[in-house]
């Protein structure tokens, strides 16, 4: 697009320019760039070549400018041009008038522009040769600003809330500098806005795009340019155009594959060990068609201390469309035994949600196991060492760290190798463990085995030593059993501080001594306060002892204990080697006495002093502890043990032997001088913060210590930064040494407090005695049990149906550090009502539950509800209860389903298949309804053959229960699959259903669906004949085909037979097929002779039903299987080979053989036969509709020798119309016979039939043919005209035969039924009359090739009165747009009854006209079945033969009036002219014989040749006869005319009769003046027609005369209002006049030439008039229709009326009263038929003829007689 803002016009001058258009948009115009280009260019015109213009751009007032127009011929010829200047004066060149150029030459031309102010100019140089003109352009340019910018920017397809952009170019095709400043708004933003561009320079415009909806944007953009200074400013604009979508992110977990059973997607890590990472992947997919950017992030829930150990590497970016990106999740946990959940949400910008990850990873620890609990070393000899091996077994996923509490530096008798180390996953390891005794005594100790993040576990060793002096009893592991069975038999807990006790309970002490006091709480339910020890609680007793914080509360009491348990050597009081000693005291809690050894190591710092003693009991005795190192700078530590044992262990040897206890003192010491720097530690402290649960109880932790240095390494717990440190936090072992390369594993206790720091506090461990610490933090707050309830703390439920269930989902969400045990309590009188699954159940920290309630209201009521959640923490069931009230709110309310429409019509469905329906359920309710749905079954129209429940539904639901919400559609899906043709109706009924599902209510109506199975029908309306049998009549074709038995098995149902294939299918193997219907008919095509024109018949298909329709003709060869060759067996019978002779020589044809009609639709099909072979042809062909009828059409054609008489009888069956018997007047009823060969026929009945049948009739003459013999010629039908008087009420069958001269006699068998009279008032028996037309009267649709149509095929007059004239109003319409058309009416055989006006016309293209029939019925009571032909010829074809004929016939003239001189070397003959081709003798018309002929050939192919052409080669004779045919000029025959068959049809009674029958319908029937008889011949004396002299209005110019003067005159009286006001004043007045009655009478008799009728043999008086015929109107009607032929009833009546020659002359003028109304009649008619008749116009004004000379009035005397007329209108009003 290019946009100019262009200069001011110019003023003052008359230049041809062109306006200038400031600031206005050109588009499809050149730019400057682009004119520059095109400038330059050259062209060539007539053989010049040239510039196409001059352009002038930079020029300057007050000068001249020359540019130079170069003209070069390039043609090879001379070229004269004449030259007309510039017509302005601004443009002038120096140049002669003509130039002349040869070729190759050229000639400059010199134009000079002289400007005179600062605007546009145009103007044109023109030059002119002999082979035309050419212009070339000169134009100056004013320089004005201009950009060029495209019409319309596309972006690219973008998200909601996203970006994206593109780029366009921004030119400016001016030679000015310009600014530009662009003006757009949201969502579009233009960068840069603004600028400069200087001539010819390109600016990139980058247009970004911000959808903020989900809509196609288009905006204009305004770019608004020009100098800076100018106030108005130029502007063009771009369209920019955008479509935003919605981004749609999905995540897809490759490893999940039940995600539909879950809540939502989830990624589920497994048990992770402690410490460990596990990472998993999942895949953020994009289905949207844009790209789509995301944030990923885990939702905050406070809950971690720790910080989330689930951690993602991808928490933004984008995803292509139809992309995916896979992200990794990594867990870590961090706590043994905890379920981690995180929530991960993604989050898209634009998008409609928001998607939730749900993360779970469980933290397992070790599990270890020890293969032996109990290590026996047996008996050891003093100073010998035994080794034990025991297995350390890991089975779980996790390394196992551990470490045995015990000094394996020779202070014990005991150790274990290695002490420390690591278990790999599912492995072991072997220990070796080391007895070396010191003292003969039996030793016991119990060594813990510390877990990382895990309790520890316990291992028993004993082992008893001997010396020569001492040689204890040998401890054994049986004795630590019953030891261990002492403790839970005993029943009351020792007391040693209980002096009173001591001797009540000396016998028990020797057992009570042995047994712990937690085992007897444990074995007696009763006591209070009972615990079990746990592995860790044991091992902090056995290390702490008495000093544990938490012994005074314990129940636990050991029978030895140490204090302190632990000693610390930090200080040198100088700088020479001195020793340190504390003392530590031991205590006897038992009543026995014991013996104290202590283990002694060698060549250790630390020493005991005394090394044993004796203890009494429950006393405490002290030991000196000594630090003695043997060198500087060196840092110790030690576990100094004890044994402990019964002095008088002797005395129960026999009984029980005690084990002994041991007790252990741990010390550490360093021999550091002072002011000498310690060693620098490098150890690790893993984990650095350590988190106990947030709650009041007794809670363990484990860390491990790890001395990654390679010098040893001693720690202690420095208590001085926290003095209460001491009293919640215990550390074990809280100091210790740990060599290079191994760790120590501590133990945490501490019972969390309510006011410990949220955060932790540090406990600091000093390291190598120095300065140098690491800090532990440890978080041990109480917190209270936090539950978060969804919508806060309330659920709604919508409206719920009485009785009925609804579901609605809720949410809990843990937001404690806590997991959590729930339990919903629902007080008892709700639980009816509202029910909540899961009802109980854990949550982990973090986690959220979806909780299913369930509302059943049991009345119309709003019900308000308030569960109890009650939920406390799973390490102390039963304590520490919450509870959360949650408001549930519901309504119970009525539900009822109703349908979109109370009656669905289906439609026609075809039976056997299915058509798949929606039912639109509607429920307008406030609450949803379940339902179930059942379907009952009635059939309409037919009776109950089967049991209406045992015949299964053809309405077939999809879904039969369901539930609809309220105010919502539920479409029914449902199939209707018809089982026979009959209308159903279903009704469709519900029941609600309740909570259980069962049926709740009676069933209700929803609605009722109406269908209709129907088979594929078909019907033939029309027929049309061609060729040979055009000129049989409809009825006789109607006859021959047996269309009324084809229509009636069309539309009938097919048996189950008809029905095997559904299609047209290839079944038989045989060349006859097998044939599955029994409606069979003979499908006959008449008779002609040889080698005449095909039988050609169109029938007119229409398909009445409301289904399409796939019809087929199958011939034999359609239904036979193609076989190969060698499978045919070539025997063929006589049937096959005619059937072959037939199919290979196409004597029968159809076209098309197939097809297909919509409901509604028409189609022609052919059906021919080939008069190739004279005699009988019979072809059996199967007309099979798809999934309907199937009928077999026997086709029969017969071909005649032309020398052979042949009458063609259509059927030998004819059933004459029923008579009443005593008829006087019997009617003439006809038969045909149709002359189906090439001569004349001559038929004779025979007589003495008739005779004998009126023998056996008492000789009544039952049935008299009036025309027994004549004469049919060739082609034509002759009727037999046959009376049939009844004698009795029976069916008569009569078989006349009829003999045909020279030929054979044929048997017709005739059939009547005579009746009794019926009484006054009855049905009339004469409807059922056998002279109907044929169905298809109404011919709505040309048949092919026809061009003019008749609207009526067929008139049926009905019952008629002899004597009786009845019209009717046909059209004929040219239907073809192009030509035009002759039509002439033949009435040759039906003058005297039929008349038809006009008789002849012309119809031009698409044009009608009227044509009206009159029919006169004759005076003899008669069926009549006429067939009128109107013969249709085109215009063209008549004038091309009218040509021929004229040059045929000057051929002639010339011929008669010159003479031929022969010569033998004239080339050319005259041609001889014949007038018409001499027929040859009747006894061979058919090709020249020959003396032999073959057979044609039978051949299974279609494409064989027509019989005849046989004999490729001609004979000799035939090329002689082709040269004599060709030197014969023979008369042009006239155009074929096309036929079209009207059919007549009445039945016509005698008067008496006809009014005695029909009375209401004798006044309607018009009967004429003169008499119509029958077409016989007659004596001159017959008396019975009416005076030929009578005068007669009825044809000629007097009676158009008459009748256009009525027309005017009946006209003005009807329009004179003073008539009708007089007219209606008479309708009251008495009748002053009555016709005269008149009552004269003739006999009459019969013709010599026809026998009379029979007399009535039961009533010989005359028959009594009718009184109605004496009154009124009646009487003159009676009068006019008095005359009565002599064939009439004068043989039953003696005494009928006769017309006067007075009488007629007084009626002429009603029968031009006639005329004229009919005239106004057909004037209406015709305007309706052409459009012009609209009924609801506004009434025509009355325009009064002009005043004659006679009658001159003056418009005063008009105005005076208009107010007199009001005034006598206005006085009858008021009187």
Known sequence: MLAEARGPDPLGSAAPWKPP?????????????????????????????????????????????????????????????????????FFTTLVPQMIVLSPGTSFSMPVTFRPLQRCEYEDSIEFQSKDGSFQVSLRAIVPCHALEVPDSVLLPLCAVQHCSQTTFLLRNVSK???????????????????????????????????PQEALVHQQQAYCRFGEEEDKVQSCCTVLLQGLAKYPCLQLRNPGTKDEKEQHGPALHFGSVAVGQSLQKHFDIFNP??????????????????????????????????????????????????????????????????????????????????????????????????????????????????????????????????????????????????????????AHHRRVACLILHRDPVFLELIGTCHSGLRQPAVLKPE???????????????????????????????????????????????????????????????????????????????????????????????????????????????????????????????????????????????????????????????????CFAYYKDNHHIQDRLLCPPWCVTVRVIGH??????????????????????????????????????????????????????????????????????????????????????????????????????????????????????????????????????????????????????????????????LISVEPDAGELHPNESSVQIWSFSPLAEETYTLKPTLTFWPIQTPGCNKSQLTLEVVGVGSKGFIEADKAVLDVGDVLVGSNRSIEVPLVNNSPCPVSFCLSVQQILLDEESLHNPETVPSALQLDCESGTIASQSTMLLRSTVRPRRRAEYLWTISYQTLNASGFVSSPPQAVCEVRAKGVFPTLQVIDVCGRGSVGKLSKVHLWKLLSLDSLNEHLLSNPSPAELIYKTPTRHSLHSCPSIFTKAMLDFNFSAAPLNSDPSAFVLMFHNPGSIPV??????????????????????????????????????????????SLLPGQQRAVHFSYSHEFAGTDRFPVVFKLSYGREILLHFQGVTVERDTSYLHFSSRRHVFTAVAIGDCSPPRQVYELHNGGAVPVHYEVDSAALSKLQFDNFNHPVLCCLNPAGEVLPGKTAMLEWIFSPLEAKMYHMEIPIHIQDGDSTLVSFEGCGFNSPALGSKSPFNHSHTKAPEGCVQRRPFPGQAVFLSEDSVSLGDIPVGSRSSRILFLTNVSHTETVHYTWDRHNNEQVVQIHPERGRLCPGESTMCVLSFTSTDYPTCYQLDVICQVIKEAALAQYNDAL???????????????????????????????????????????????????????????????????????????????????????????????????????????????????????????????????????????SLSAGL??????????????????????????????????????????????????????????????????????QPAPQPQALLSGTMAGQRKQHSSVDSEGTAGCSGNRPHTEHTLLTERVPADMCEDVLLNTLQNLMMEAVRGELLLTAYPRTVILPPVSTRTRRTPGVMAGEERDNLKNRKEPAGT
């Open 1446 to 1584: 004229k040059r045929w016939e000057e051929e002639k003239e010339r011929q008669k009036e010159e003479f031929t001189i022969t010569d033998k070397n004239l080339t050319e003959s005259p041609r001889l002219l014949i007038e018409k081709e001499l027929e040859a003798a009747p006894v061979r018309k058919g090709p020249p014989l020959r003396k032999y002929k073959t057979l044609p050939p039978i051949c299974a192919s279609g494409s064989c040749e027509t019989v005849g052409a046989v004999c490729t080669k001609l004979t000799r004779a035939e090329r002689r006869a082709q040269r004599e045919r060709a030197k014969v000029w023979r008369c042009p025959e006239p155009p074929q005319p096309a036929l079209l068959h009207l059919g007549v049809t009445a039945h016509s009674h005698g008067l008496l009769e006809y009014f005695t029958h029909f009375p209401d319908q004798f006044n309607k029937h018009y009967r004429c003046l003169q008499s119509v008889k029958p077409e016989q011949p007659e004596p001159p004396s017959s008396s019975s």
């Open 479 to 641: 004795h630590l059993v019953l030891y261990k069975l002492n403790w839970y038999r005993r029943q009351d807990p020792p007391d040693p501080l209980s002096p009173i006790q001591q001797d009540h309970h000396a016998h028990l002490d020797q057992q009570g001594m042995l047994c712990p006091l937690e085992e007897q709480s444990h074995q007696n339910p009763d006591s209070a306060g009972a615990v079990s020890r746990t592995p860790m609680e044991e091992y902090y007793q056995s290390c702490l002892g008495c000093m544990d914080p938490l012994s005074s509360s314990s129940l636990w009491t050991s029978h030895v204990s140490v204090v302190p348990s632990e000693l610390l050597f930090n200080h040198k009081m100088s700088s020479s080697l001195s020793t340190s000693s504390q003392s530590v005291a031991i205590t006897n809690h038992t009543r026995g006495k014991l013996s104290l050894v202590w283990t002694a190591a060698q060549d250790s710092p630390f020493s005991v002093c005394p090394s044993s003693c004796d203890l009494a009991p429950l006393k405490s005795t002290s030991f000196r502890v000594t630090y003695d190192p043997k060198q500087l700078n060196t840092l110790h530590a030690a576990q100094l043990e």
């Open 21 to 89: 258009t400031a600031g206005k948009d050109i588009k499809g115009q050149q730019g400057g760039m682009h004119q520059r280009r095109a400038s330059s260019q050259r062209s060539c015109f007539l053989g010049v070549e040239m510039k196409p213009e001059l352009v002038w751009e930079d020029w300057d007032l007050q000068r001249e400018l020359t540019k130079t127009l170069v003209l070069k011929n390039i043609h090879s010829k001379l070229q004269k041009l004449h030259v007309r200047p510039p017509a302005s004066k």
């Open 288 to 441: 949207s068609p844009v790209t789509a950017s995301f944030s990923l992030s885990l939702l905050s829930s406070g809950v971690h201390l720790l910080g989330s150990e689930f951690s993602c590497n991808v928490t933004r970016g984008e995803v292509a469309a139809g992309g995916s990106l896979r992200a990794t999740v990594s867990y870590t946990p961090a706590v043994v035994d905890t379920v981690s959940v995180e929530y991960l949400a993604l989050k898209c910008r634009g998008a409609l949600s928001e998607t939730l990850l749900k993360l779970t990873g469980n933290g397992v620890g070790p599990k270890v196991l020890l293969s032996s609990s109990v290590v026996d070393f047996g008996c050891v000899e003093e100073g010998g060492a035994v080794v034990q091996t025991v297995e350390l077994v890991n089975s779980s996923p996790v390394v196992a760290v551990y470490q045995w509490d015990l000094d394996c530096s020779g202070h014990s008798v005991f150790s274990i190798q290695p002490a420390s180390g690591a278990v790999g996953p599912h492995s072991h390891t072997t220990l070796k463990a080391i007895y070396r005794p010191t003292q003969p005594i």
């Open 671 to 832: 021999s550091f001088q002072p002011g000498k720097e310690h060693f620098i530690p490098c150890c690790s402290l893993k984990p650095p913060r350590v988190v106990f649960p947030a709650l009041s109880v007794l809670s363990y932790r484990t860390a491990l210590l790890q001395n990654c240095g390679d010098l040893p390494l001693t720690f202690c717990l420095d208590h001085s930064s926290n003095p209460a440190l001491a009293e919640s936090v215990s550390v074990v072992p809280s100091c210790g040494l740990i060599q290079s390369g191994n760790h120590q594993i501590l133990t945490l206790r501490t019972i969390p407090t309510e006011d410990s720091p949220k955060q932790g506090f540090s406990v600091h461990l000093q390291l190598n005695a120095a300065k140098h610490t690491t800090e532990l933090t440890v978080v041990s707050v109480v917190e209270k049990l936090c539950v978060s309830l969804e919508g806060d703390g309330s659920l709604y439920f919508h409206p719920t149906a009485v009785g009925s269930r609804t579901q609605r989902s809720h949410h809990i969400r843990n937001l404690s550090r806590l997991p959590l045990r729930f339990q919903w309590d629902i007080p008892e009188p709700d639980q009816e």
């Open 176 to 210: 000015l500098q310009t600014c530009f400043q662009w003006e757009c708004s949201a969502p579009f933003q233009l960068s840069p806005e603004q600028g400069v561009l200087k001539p010819g320079q390109e600016c990139h415009i980058t247009v970004v795009f911000r």
């Open 1110 to 1155: 796939d019809w087929a003709f199958l011939f034999p060869e359609d239904q036979q299987i193609e076989l190969e060759y060698w499978a045919e067996t070539g025997v063929f019978s006589s049937t096959e080979l005619c059937q072959m002779k037939v199919q290979d020589n196409h004597l029968f044809s159809i076209s098309p053989r197939s097809g």
């Open 1591 to 1660: 005068p007669s209005l009825t044809h000629g110019p007097e009676r158009d005369i008459t009748m256009h003067i009525l027309t005017s005159l009946l006209r003005g009286i009807l329009d004179d209002p003073a008539f009708t006001q007089s007219v209606i004043t008479s309708a009251s007045r008495p009748v002053t006049y009555q016709l005269r009655d008149t009552s004269p009478s003739h006999s009459s008799s019969f013709p010599s030439s026809l026998p009379p009728p029979p007399r009535c043999p039961t009533s010989p």
